[in-house]
Antibody, heavy 119, light 108 residues
Framework: EVQLVQSGAEVKKPGESLKISCKGS????????IGWVRQMPGKGLEWMGV????????RYSPSFQGQVTISADKSITTAYLQWNNLKASDTAMYYC????????????WGRGTLVTVSS | DIQMTQSPSTLSASVGDRVTITCRAS??????LAWYQQKPGKAPKLLIY???SLQSGVPSRFSGSGSGTEFTLTISSLQPDDFATYYC??????????FGGGTKVEIK
């Protein structure tokens, strides 16, 4: 089955670090971009950035540049989203999604990882 | 960065209605526009890509049109399963790929 499986919900304190994951299966993981999307509680979708696992080419939205790190380990078909200094404002649902090419769009989504940052 | 503006932000409609949602880009994006449907507690689902191409498995009552800076998503006959929030997204480049603010389609 073609799917993206995201890691489970996290509860963290401000200032802590966190790395969440997105594992692809059932398709050629290295050949498709993986994007990350934030959705704050009750709000819309925000584009964070994208990575091409084949060569780790990574591009960030200016709003998230320097705030998060996107990476991938193609040997285990997994992409990651990482924070080094969480803030309460990072509380949100985070989705990963597959992007085959600029000829199409985000065609396969993970179920999301809920990150809660609270003291 | 390109800004994407959706209207209306909320729409009340009845089953069987024809529904149109508009998305405007702050600069030309050619046809690099996608539409997604999101239901509460669920991940978004791709409906339309490249402005007017229907994603595999999506009912034909959904259609997209437009190019340049103005785009529309039309649901020809609203069904109970269509009550959801709809988002447009430009993808003129891999990043950023800005989303619109969303349009919630509610039951009238």
């Amino acid at each position: 089955e073609v799917q993206l499986v995201q890691s489970g919900a996290e509860v963290k304190k401000p200032g802590e670090s966190l790395k969440i994951s997105c594992k692809g299966s059932g398709y050629s993981f290295n050949s498709y971009w993986i994007g990350w999307v934030r959705q704050m509680p009750g709000k819309g979708l925000e584009w964070m950035g994208v990575i091409y696992p084949g060569d780790s080419d990574t591009r960030y939205s200016p709003s998230f540049q320097g705030q998060v790190t996107i990476s991938a380990d193609k040997s285990i078909t997994t992409a990651y989203l990482q924070w080094n200094n969480l803030k309460a404002s990072d509380t949100a649902m985070y989705y990963c999604a597959r992007w085959p090419s600029t000829m199409t769009a985000l065609d396969l989504w993970g179920r999301g990882t809920l990150v809660t940052v609270s003291s | 960065d390109i800004q994407m503006t959706q209207s209306p932000s909320t729409l009340s409609a009845s089953v069987g209605d024809r529904v149109t949602i508009t998305c405007r880009a702050s600069q030309s994006i050619s046809s690099w526009l996608a539409w997604y449907q999101q239901k509460p507690g669920k991940a978004p689902k791709l409906l339309i890509y490249k402005a007017s191409s229907l994603q595999s498995g999506v009912p034909s009552r959904f259609s997209g049109s437009g190019s340049g800076t103005e785009f529309t998503l039309t649901i020809s006959s609203l069904q109970p399963d269509d009550f959801a929030t709809y988002y447009c997204q430009e993808y003129n480049s891999y990043s950023p790929a800005t989303f619109g603010g969303g349009t919630k389609v509610e039951i009238k």
